[in-house]
C-alpha cells in the first residue's frame, strides 16, 4: 500500500502539471487523491480542508501579505531609482561599473522588498538602457540583472524564510533572517566577481568617480529606504515587536516614505492593495494545499523511506548534502521557489536533523538551493522577466548566464558545507545555540 500511495501522490502530481493544471490545484487534488486510497471520499475531503485550515491558522504567516504589500510600495514609489543611484556611488570605481551597480541595486533593492520578481523588473528596468547606451552587451546585462535578483531572498525580510520557518516546525524567524546575511552578501559578491572578470576583458564601462558632494546627496537620499531594514532588524533583534509585526511597521513605513518622495499618491493604494491581495492568496493557497500533501506523504512515511535509502547510498554527511543539492537542483530547474520549499522541506529536513544539521543552517541552504532555479528554463521567473525587460531573447542569454551559474554553484557549496557562514550572526547577536 505505501508505494501504491507512492506512486498515486507523485504520478497524479506530475500528470496534472504536464496538462497545465495550476500547481496549487495539483497539489492538492493528488493529495486528496492518495489520502482517498486509506479513507473513504467525505473524510478525505475533510481531512484536506482540516490541513489546509490548520496550515494558514498562524500569526507568523501575517507577515508574507504585509511584505508583499510593502514590496509592492516600494516597486512603485520610486525607491528602486534612489538606491541604484546609490549603488553607482559603491561600484563606480570598479571595472565595468553598471554591472557592479546593477548587483548591488538588486541586493539593495530584493532585500527591501522580499521579491526576486520585483527587483529584477525593477532594477533592470533602469538599468538595461543605461547598460545599452553605454556599450554594455544586452545579453551579459541581463545575465547579470537575473543572476543578482534572488540575493534578496536571502538578505531579510524573506518571505521565503518565513515559509521555511512554518513548514519546519516554528524555526526561528529571527534566526533564519540574521543567517540570510552573509550568505545573501557573499553570493552577490561572487557575482560582482564574475562580472568584473568579463567587463575587464570585454571592456565594458570605464569606471566612475563621483564627487565627494554627488556621493553625499545620493547616499542622503537613499538614506530612509536603506534605514527601513535597520527598523525592521533592529526592532526585532531589539524584542520591540516580532518579525509579523515588522511586517506592519514596513508597510506603514513605506507608505509615509513613497508619500514623501512623490512618486505615489492616496488614490494610487487601492491598486497596490489589490495587486498584493492577488499575490497573497497565490501564495496562501499554495500553502495551504502543500500542507495536506505533508500529511499525506507522512502518512506513507515517505520522509523515512528517502532518509532510508539516502543512507544506504553512503552514511557520511557531505555526500549526503551533496546528494540534497544536487536533487533540488533539479528540482529547482522544474519547480517554483515556494512549493519546491513547501513540498520537499517535510523530505529534508528530517534527515537533515538525523545528521545533526542545524535547522537554520539547513532552511539557508534549501533557500539558496532554489535561488538558483528561479534564474533557469524553463520555468525560471526571474529569467523570463529578467529578458523581459532587457529585450533580449530567452536563448541569446543562457551562454552568458553559465559563469555566473557556475560561480553561484560554488558560493553554494560554501555555505553548505561551512556552516559558520549562516550561522554566525545568530550566535553572535541572537545567541542561538540550535
Same mark, same amino acid.
Given at each position: 500500500?505505501?508505494?501504491?500511495?507512492?506512486?498515486?501522490?507523485?504520478?497524479?502530481?506530475?500528470?496534472? *502539471?504536464?496538462?497545465?493544471?495550476?500547481?496549487?490545484?495539483?497539489?492538492?487534488?493528488?493529495?486528496?487523491?492518495?489520502?482517498?486510497?486509506?479513507?473513504?471520499?467525505?473524510?478525505? =475531503?475533510?481531512?484536506?480542508?482540516?490541513?489546509?485550515?490548520?496550515?494558514?491558522?498562524?500569526?507568523?504567516?501575517?507577515?508574507?501579505?504585509?511584505?508583499?504589500?510593502? %514590496?509592492?510600495?516600494?516597486?512603485?514609489?520610486?525607491?528602486?531609482?534612489?538606491? =541604484?543611484?546609490?549603488?553607482?556611488?559603491?561600484?563606480?570605481?570598479?571595472?565595468?561599473?553598471?554591472?557592479?551597480?546593477?548587483?548591488?541595486?538588486?541586493?539593495?533593492?530584493?532585500?527591501?522588498?522580499?521579491?526576486?520578481?520585483?527587483?529584477?523588473?525593477?532594477?533592470? +528596468?533602469?538599468?538595461?538602457?543605461?547598460?545599452?547606451?553605454?556599450?554594455?552587451?544586452?545579453?551579459?546585462?541581463?545575465?547579470?540583472?537575473?543572476?543578482?535578483?534572488? /540575493?534578496?531572498?536571502?538578505?531579510?525580510?524573506?518571505? !521565503?524564510?518565513?515559509?521555511?520557518?512554518?513548514?519546519?516546525?516554528? !524555526?526561528?524567524?529571527?534566526? *533564519?533572517?540574521?543567517?540570510?546575511?552573509?550568505?545573501?552578501?557573499?553570493?552577490?559578491?561572487?557575482?560582482?566577481?564574475?562580472?568584473?572578470?568579463?567587463?575587464?576583458?570585454?571592456?565594458?564601462?570605464?569606471?566612475?568617480?563621483?564627487?565627494?558632494?554627488?556621493?553625499?546627496?545620493?547616499? *542622503?537620499?537613499? *538614506?530612509?529606504?536603506?534605514?527601513?531594514?535597520?527598523?525592521?532588524?533592529?526592532?526585532?533583534?531589539?524584542?520591540?515587536?516580532?518579525? /509579523?509585526?515588522?511586517?506592519?511597521?514596513?508597510?506603514?513605513?513605506?507608505?509615509?516614505?513613497?508619500?514623501?518622495?512623490?512618486?505615489?499618491?492616496?488614490?494610487?493604494?487601492?491598486?497596490?492593495?489589490?495587486?498584493?491581495?492577488?499575490? !497573497?492568496?497565490?501564495?496562501?493557497?499554495?500553502?495551504?494545499?502543500?500542507?495536506?500533501?505533508?500529511?499525506?506523504?507522512?502518512?506513507?512515511?515517505?520522509?523515512?523511506?528517502?532518509?532510508?535509502?539516502?543512507?544506504?547510498?553512503?552514511?557520511?554527511?557531505?555526500?549526503?548534502?551533496?546528494?540534497?543539492?544536487?536533487?533540488?537542483?533539479?528540482?529547482?530547474?522544474?519547480?517554483?521557489?515556494?512549493?519546491?520549499?513547501?513540498?520537499?522541506?517535510?523530505?529534508?529536513?528530517?534527515?537533515?536533523?538525523?545528521?545533526?544539521?542545524?535547522?537554520?543552517?539547513?532552511?539557508?541552504?534549501? /533557500?539558496?538551493?532554489?535561488?538558483?532555479?528561479?534564474?533557469?528554463?524553463?520555468?525560471?521567473?526571474?529569467?523570463?522577466?529578467?529578458?523581459?525587460? +532587457?529585450?533580449?531573447?530567452?536563448?541569446?542569454?543562457?551562454?552568458?548566464?553559465?559563469?555566473?551559474?557556475?560561480?553561484?554553484?560554488?558560493?553554494?557549496?560554501?555555505?553548505?558545507?561551512?556552516?559558520?557562514?549562516?550561522?554566525?550572526?545568530?550566535?553572535?547577536?541572537? %545567541?542561538?545555540?540550535?
Amino acid at each position: 500500500m505505501e508505494w501504491d500511495i507512492i506512486l498515486t501522490l507523485f504520478g497524479v502530481f506530475a500528470f496534472l *502539471l504536464i496538462i497545465g493544471v495550476p500547481i496549487s490545484f495539483s497539489i492538492g487534488l493528488a493529495s486528496l487523491a492518495t489520502i482517498m486510497l486509506s479513507l473513504p471520499f467525505d473524510p478525505a =475531503i475533510a481531512v484536506i480542508a482540516q490541513k489546509m485550515a490548520t496550515g494558514l491558522d498562524s500569526f507568523a504567516l501575517l507577515a508574507i501579505p504585509f511584505f508583499i504589500l510593502a %514590496g509592492n510600495i516600494m516597486n512603485r514609489g520610486g525607491i528602486a531609482l534612489r538606491l =541604484i543611484n546609490f549603488a553607482k556611488v559603491l561600484g563606480g570605481r570598479l571595472p565595468g561599473p553598471l554591472a557592479h551597480c546593477n548587483v548591488l541595486a538588486n541586493m539593495m533593492f530584493g532585500a527591501l522588498s522580499g521579491s526576486a520578481v520585483a527587483s529584477v523588473a525593477a532594477v533592470g +528596468g533602469v538599468m538595461s538602457p543605461m547598460q545599452k547606451k553605454e556599450g554594455y552587451d544586452p545579453a551579459f546585462s541581463a545575465a547579470v540583472n537575473i543572476t543578482s535578483c534572488p /540575493t534578496g531572498l536571502l538578505i531579510p525580510p524573506s518571505n !521565503t524564510l518565513i515559509v521555511y520557518s512554518l513548514i519546519s516546525g516554528g !524555526t526561528s524567524i529571527s534566526a *533564519l533572517f540574521l543567517a540570510g546575511y552573509l550568505p545573501g552578501i557573499l553570493m552577490g559578491v561572487g557575482l560582482m566577481t564574475v562580472a568584473g572578470v568579463i567587463a575587464r576583458s570585454k571592456g565594458y564601462g570605464r569606471p566612475e568617480k563621483a564627487t565627494c558632494s554627488e556621493a553625499f546627496y545620493r547616499m *542622503l537620499d537613499a *538614506l530612509p529606504s536603506l534605514a527601513l531594514i535597520v527598523v525592521i532588524m533592529g526592532g526585532i533583534i531589539a524584542g520591540i515587536f516580532t518579525a /509579523t509585526e515588522a511586517s506592519a511597521v514596513a508597510v506603514v513605513y513605506t507608505i509615509g516614505l513613497s508619500m514623501i518622495y512623490g512618486e505615489m499618491k492616496l488614490a494610487d493604494l487601492p491598486k497596490v492593495i489589490l495587486d498584493s491581495a492577488v499575490t !497573497t492568496s497565490i501564495v496562501l493557497l499554495l500553502i495551504g494545499t502543500s500542507m495536506g500533501m505533508s500529511w499525506a506523504m507522512a502518512n506513507a512515511d515517505i520522509p523515512y523511506m528517502i532518509s532510508d535509502g539516502l543512507n544506504a547510498v553512503s552514511e557520511n554527511p557531505i555526500i549526503i548534502l551533496l546528494i540534497i543539492n544536487v536533487i533540488l537542483l533539479v528540482i529547482g530547474v522544474f519547480m517554483d521557489m515556494t512549493p519546491a520549499l513547501l513540498i520537499f522541506t517535510p523530505i529534508f529536513l528530517p534527515l537533515a536533523n538525523q545528521m545533526g544539521i542545524d535547522p537554520v543552517h539547513f532552511g539557508i541552504i534549501m /533557500t539558496f538551493n532554489l535561488c538558483i532555479g528561479i534564474c533557469t528554463p524553463p520555468v525560471g521567473s526571474a529569467l523570463f522577466v529578467g529578458c523581459s525587460v +532587457g529585450d533580449v531573447p530567452i536563448d541569446k542569454v543562457l551562454k552568458p548566464l553559465l559563469p555566473f551559474f557556475v560561480m553561484l554553484l560554488f558560493t553554494l557549496m560554501m555555505v553548505t558545507y561551512i556552516p559558520e557562514i549562516s550561522l554566525y550572526l545568530p550566535r553572535t547577536i541572537l %545567541g542561538y545555540g540550535g
